[in-house]
């Protein structure tokens, strides 16, 4: 069975870090494309960066490039999300996702596990 576990959400001050935690189990990590998404009310989801250790590849949307930085550990079957300088427009809950490797671009890729989501809120 593929579990997606995230940990390390928290109330944070504006400029401040986190690291997000993805631990993977039931899979073979480096078989797998990580995601985290993220998801603030009233808004839809969106990609915020991605990871695939195959093609050793990976992506961040526009607002948080620079600030955050997405990495894997596939002896440990966890990914991570490092978070610095937040925002308030961070806060939302983040999801880590997983879908088998595949040479399409990662942000274009349908994901098919997901963990519960942890909720990471920036105040000002």
């Known amino acids: 069975e593929v579990q997606l576990v995230e940990s390390g959400g928290g109330l944070v001050q504006a400029g401040g870090s986190l690291t997000l935690s993805c631990a993977a189990s039931?899979?073979?990590?480096?078989?797998?494309?990580i995601g985290w998404f993220r998801q603030a009310p009233g808004k839809e989801r969106e990609v915020v960066s991605c990871?695939?250790?195959?093609?050793?590849?990976?992506y961040y949307v526009d607002s948080v490039k620079g600030r955050f930085t997405i990495s894997s550990d596939n002896a440990k079957n966890t990914a991570l999300l490092q978070m610095n300088s937040l925002k308030p427009e961070d806060t939302a809950v983040y999801y880590c996702?997983?879908?088998?490797?595949?040479?399409?671009?990662?942000?274009?890729?349908?994901?098919?596990?997901w963990g519960q989501g942890t909720q990471v809120t920036v105040s000002s």
């Open positions: 996702a997983a879908v088998t490797y595949s040479d399409y671009a990662c942000y274009r890729l349908e994901y098919d596990y």
């Open positions: 039931g899979f073979i990590f480096d078989d797998y494309t």
């Open positions: 990871i695939s250790s195959r093609a050793g590849n990976t």
